[in-house]
């Protein structure tokens, strides 16, 4: 069984920090994290963005935050609200983030799809604008 807005409340909580440490919080969500999770992301590992792959298990998301995080640094993330029903909430947002690679920032919207099974999240995916953070990762 799953509770929204228990559920609700855990990510309000996680994403106020992800903000807050521009992307230093990653064990926060880490613990949140049912150990067989899946993580997508709408970029789906192409290059160069091969971190956004799919990820299976809490070692492969922990990847996923570790090519995140070499990669770009945080600007800012913010939620605009979080939509809960039965097991699953839906963060929608913007966020902005630079390559540091280049040095060229990708903003754009962002929805975050998240299922729960009993207070851990057991499924992720990601919508952004991959065109964007595309553009911004190339040289």
């Not at 994290?33 to 809490?58: H, Y």
Request: glycine share 6%.
């Amino acid at each position: 069984m799953s509770d929204p807005t228990v559920n609700k409340a855990i990510l309000e909580n996680v994403y106020r920090h992800w903000n807050e440490t521009l992307g230093g919080s990653v064990d926060e969500i880490m613990d949140i994290c049912a150990d067989e999770i899946r993580w997508g992301s709408l970029a789906q590992g192409v290059s160069p963005l091969p971190f956004t792959a799919e990820a299976v298990g809490k070692s492969e998301v922990r990847k996923y935050f570790h090519g995140l995080l070499a990669a770009w640094s945080m600007v800012y993330y913010k939620v605009h609200y979080f939509v809960a029903e039965t097991d699953r909430v839906v963060m929608v947002g913007s966020t902005k983030w630079t390559n540091k690679e280049t040095g060229k920032a990708c903003e754009t919207a962002k929805i975050d799809i998240w299922r729960f099974r009993d207070g851990r999240a057991i499924e992720f995916f990601e919508h952004y604008d991959t065109a964007q953070m595309l553009d911004a990762a190339k040289p």
